[in-house]
């Protein structure tokens, strides 16, 4: 089972996120670039969005959003039922949100083949569906993808369904998942877009700094999504920005955010947090572009804290 170009954006419900990014070939610790039989054969197939019932009545702004931003091959916007006809074509691309269940006996992009699923995992993800191995599993080619974790308010009904009937479940019901709103996505495919067109790889642990441009901080205003309040350590005494040494600080909601990247005529620039397990990492992000301004990865961390702040200071001057 073939998997990643991974576009990888780790949310976990109810708690600050960040686009965590890894491009490449599968099965590398650090990815490399696609081989090139395979980026042919991926820009000749065309990409189907599948959208979710609630999505439909916006239907003409994300059509006029993916215009804008994705160029990498031919696409179309359909729904589930759509989906569901050409479930079984293999030459053909599709992007969606996803589930899959995991347990302690068996973790995989696949289904449980029956086994008692103690959890699930949402993703919105790239691929391409191939033939099945064995019948209870899937089998899949995928492309990109963003980890969204575990969503609370989706968890117990997803971890009865498995395949078909998990992702119909998604897509016809009415409820809230953050990552899955068109400012954020628009950022998210012109990022997918931008390293498929290249055949670019980019590792989702590596720090970076556009060093050329990180400086704009000190006369533009840094948006923050304000969940990452969820990450502040509460025994901290004072918020981790009091000694950001750019222009400043504009705290704005998460659905806010999402708005201001689709309404908003001039560009800026907004960071997200993610912190999942050990892992942190940070993100200032273009809203025009969808391109990375900053990324700084570390292990072994639990908060978001001023010494965050201080890394990034030490960037812009």
Known sequence: MRKYLILQLLLLFLISTSAQINIGTPGAIKPANFKKKDMELYQSLKTYFVIREMDKDNQA???KILQQVW?????E???FDRYKAMSDDGNALFFGLRNYNTSSEYTSN???????????ELKIQLWRNLPKEKPQLLNEDVLAYIELGTHWRL????????????FEYICKTDTVVKEWSWGFLKNYLQEINRHLIANEPRWRFESDVDKENISKLNTQALW???DIKNSYDSRAKEDPFEKYAG?????????????????????????KV?????????????????????????????FFKDKDVKELNGNIK
């Not at 160029?71 to 696409?75: E, H, L, Q, T």
């Not at 968890?155 to 998990?166: G, N, V, W």
């Not at 993610?274 to 961390?301: P, Q």
């Open 274 to 302: 993610y912190m999942g397990g050990t892992d942190k990492v940070i993100t200032i992000i273009n809203s025009a572009t969808g391109e990375f301004l900053y990324s700084d990865y570390s292990g072994m961390a639990y």
């Open 224 to 226: 923050v999504s304000s």
């Open 71 to 75: 160029k990498f091959n031919k696409y």
């Open 247 to 271: 222009k400043k600080i504009e705290m704005i909601s998460p659905s806010d955010l999402s708005a201001k990247i689709l309404d908003s005529a001039i560009p800026f620039y907004y960071m």
């Open 110 to 120: 696949s289904d449980l083949a029956g086994k008692f699923a103690q959890s699930s």
């Open 61 to 63: 702004e994300i059509e």
């Open 155 to 166: 968890s117990s009904e997803l971890t009865k369904r498995i395949s078909i009937d998990a």
């Open 77 to 79: 916007i359909i729904d």
